[in-house]
């Protein structure tokens, strides 16, 4: 063999496999010429017949004629590659997309980010405290009496050393004024931990934000502006609120907040069992007391706290009936938000 046999050989291996017209074909010109008992394998045996002088140009020429046409075939395969005739796992291009499902944010999470934007845009900015806090600043600084039934062994979670599990996030109010002059204008989303047993609207581990406003002349009248336009920002804006008188140690006077039923919009459905309103949160004016722990001067200030339950108003605003879904990791339960 010389080298124009050679040529010859390659226009007609190339030739053949761009004629090749499916998969099948493809593959039989792979093996006429490539496999091991191919014919380019057999040419390069004949190498060694080749007059001396050819021989680099011979060998130079059957490297080129082999990586040409392994080319080639690749190029073909990739062509009819999960066709009809295809020999190899082919890449159906008629084959719906595999759906890789993206992650969504947690609904207490989405809850507690809406609910800190809307005090954001009034202001307030983003408090942070521990979970594990001292009795001082859970109860004794809060004016919560010795004998009140949430110091209790059975309410509240207690470490070794006397600290505890902080059963509100009041203790941030705490925190805060103890170390920043008024005006004061904070939220403070986080976990809370109770002793109580899980049922359908309780856990042992559950959020609240806590809210406090203190500067000079801040009256009641500021707190119901105040949560006026949380409540419309979050429910929409028919929503209205009302105060009911309520008592909680650290505010005087303390009230509970309702909103109008989401779901009647006030006219009274099952939802809220008739009475056209449903429970928020609980505020009140900061008691004096609570100034005096954290070493504000009440001739100078007066302020607004409250605080509310996040697993509550998600529930609430969901139609979610078990807070028990809110922990379980069930995606398909937690994919819907
Ligand atoms: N800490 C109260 C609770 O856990 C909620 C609360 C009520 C917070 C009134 C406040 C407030 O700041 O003023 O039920």
């Known amino acids: 063999m010389n080298l124009q046999d050679l040529n010859e050989l390659k226009t007609k291996a190339l030739n053949e496999a761009q004629s090749a017209t499916d998969a099948n074909a493809v593959e039989a010109v792979r093996i006429e010429y490539l496999a091991r008992k191919g014919l380019l394998p057999k040419v390069m045996q004949e190498l060694k017949n080749v007059p001396v002088e050819e021989k680099p140009l011979f060998g130079k020429a059957v490297n080129e004629l082999k990586n040409e046409l392994t080319e080639l075939i690749k190029k073909k395969q990739a062509e009819f590659a999960g066709s009809a005739g295809s020999a190899g796992v082919g890449f159906d291009l008629t084959q719906p997309g595999q759906w890789q499902g993206l992650g969504t944010r947690h609904p207490i999470t989405q809850i507690t980010d809406r609910i800190t934007q809307i005090f954001q845009t009034l ?7 521990p979970d594990v806090e001292t009795v001082w600043n859970n109860f004794d600084a809060l004016n919560t009496p010795a004998d009140h039934p949430s ?4 309410d509240t979670f207690y470490l070794e050393n006397g600290d505890l599990m902080r059963c509100h996030t009041s203790p941030v109010q705490v925190r805060y004024m103890m170390e920043n002059k008024p005006p004061v204008r904070i939220i403070s989303p986080g976990r809370c931990y109770r002793r109580d047993t899980p049922d359908a609207t309780h856990s042992a581990n559950f959020h609240q934000v806590e809210g ?12 119901k502006g105040t949560l006026s336009y949380f409540a419309r920002e979050l429910m929409g804006p028919d929503v209205k609120i009302r105060f009911r008188p309520h008592f909680f140690p650290f505010t005087e006077p303390s009230v509970e907040v309702d909103f109008t039923c989401h779901v009647c919009h006030g006219k009274g459905c099952r939802v809220c069992k008739n009475s056209g309103w ?7 004016m900061v008691d004096p007391n609570v100034f005096g722990s954290v070493g504000y001067d009440t001739s100078e200030v007066t302020g607004f706290a409250f605080g509310m339950g996040i697993e509550r108003i998600t529930m609430i605003l969901y139609g979610i009936h078990d807070i028990r879904n809110l922990y379980e990791n069930d995606v398909r339960f937690l994919s819907q938000f």
Do not use: K, M
């Open 123 to 129: 202001g307030f900015t983003v408090a942070d405290g």
């Open 151 to 154: 110091r209790d062994e059975q």
């Open 212 to 223: 406090l406003y203190v500067d000079e002349n801040v009256s009641l009248a500021d707190l």
């Open 278 to 284: 449903i429970e928020i949160l609980g505020a009140g």
